[in-house]
């Protein structure tokens, strides 16, 4: 299905491709005049000016992410010509607080990360029922807990009492369970600990809402303008943050098939439909066909972005040629076996994200 509709597509752009070549060859051959491609070349690039969002100067930027690993030398030793006046370099980032190694998400994942020595951590926004803020993953509670039930229709005083431990392999390690943990909570350890934060805003639903939460913890905590980057795979919630806070930076991630598609494994059978209504599905294919190309040619752009999230399978040396030329770091999840850490940290020299911190050389 897949292969059939990008093979439409493709046919035709290619279609529109030749068609406006070769009405631009008869306007100037013939008419002796501008091709209108030219005008709307310049009207569209003249939009996209005016819209975008520009990135943080470089120096927020560095703050944040540290020196580029794109820049170190054999001995992790910072080149002349790329040092920033500081050591840090994000190399590895706790995903979800590193969740084989304890309940994803929770305080006690990231109060392991400090005890590691793990200086970044990822972790995952949503919005209860009543608005607040809190760290989950899954837009429902079964996979974590064995229960069901949606977060956004459940409140704060339903969720909190929850084990996120349930279903954890290593459940029997926590006698007393883990709880949901609070945004606001969590920030506070990770701030004192001077660790670095992937936010991945999850939250799709109240767009509004989870704007106004973004920009309201930046006021109460400012140390984030140099600690974190607000990431998702929605561009119009970046944008949104971004416009009201150009300060803040900022990330997209992609996995293919993510319109289409649950899950993502690689060379591996394709992960559940998201939608089994077929014109639904067919809309969705061909949506991640024409975002795949917008992402990195306009997208970026116009929102601003300073990181990009990659799924691990998709990253080869040329993909991060290209974010590289367009002043984007690359940063792969989700890198869990020790010989495609060692081949991501010292063949391709990005940062990964993992869910465990076992046996890694902080």
Excluded at 17 to 24: H, R
Excluded at 290 to 298: D, G, K, T
């Amino acid at each position: 299905m897949n292969n059939i509709v990008e093979l439409v597509v493709n046919c035709a752009l290619l279609w529109i491709f030749l068609q406006t070549a070769i009405s631009v060859l008869i306007t100037i051959l013939y008419e002796f005049c501008i091709p209108w491609i030219v005008w709307g070349s310049l009207i569209i690039m003249i939009s996209m000016k005016l819209a975008r969002v520009s990135p943080p100067p470089t120096s927020i930027i560095q703050e944040v992410l540290g020196v580029n690993p794109l820049f170190l030398c054999k001995d992790n030793s910072v080149s002349e010509n790329h040092g920033n006046g500081e050591q840090y370099c994000m190399r590895v980032v706790a995903h979800r607080g590193g969740g084989y190694d304890y309940p994803e998400n929770s305080l006690l994942a990231f109060r392991n990360c400090i005890k590691k020595g793990c200086n970044a951590v990822e972790l995952d926004l949503r919005l209860t029922k009543d608005n607040i803020p809190i760290l989950f993953h899954d837009p429902t509670i079964e996979r974590v807990t064995g229960r069901t039930g949606m977060i956004s229709e459940m409140t704060w005083e339903e969720l909190r009492e929850v084990d996120i431990s349930y279903n954890h392999p290593l459940r029997n390690k926590f006698s007393e369970g883990a709880r949901i943990a609070l945004l606001d909570d969590v920030l506070q350890i990770c701030l004192n600990s001077e660790q670095r934060i992937i936010i991945d805003v999850k939250e799709t639903s109240k767009l509004l809402d989870v704007v106004q939460v973004v920009l309201d913890i930046y006021k109460k905590y400012p140390k984030l303008f140099q600690r974190c980057v607000i990431s998702s795979f929605n561009p119009i919630l970046i944008y949104m943050i971004r416009k009201k806070e150009p300060r803040i930076v900022s990330s997209l991630a992609w996995r293919p098939y993510f319109f289409s598609r649950s899950s993502y494994n690689g060379l591996e059978a394709p992960g559940p439909v998201r939608n089994h209504n077929q014109f639904k599905h067919l809309t969705a294919c061909i949506s991640e066909i024409v975002y795949e190309w917008l992402l990195p040619s306009f997208i970026y752009y116009v929102v601003g972005i300073s990181v990009v999230l990659l799924h691990k399978d998709i990253i080869n040396p040329r993909v991060i040629e290209k974010w590289r030329d367009r002043n984007v770091r690359v940063i792969a999840w989700t890198v869990n076996r020790p010989s495609e850490k060692a081949h991501f940290s010292k063949f391709f020299k990005i940062t990964y994200l993992t869910d465990t911190l076992h046996l890694e050389d902080m």
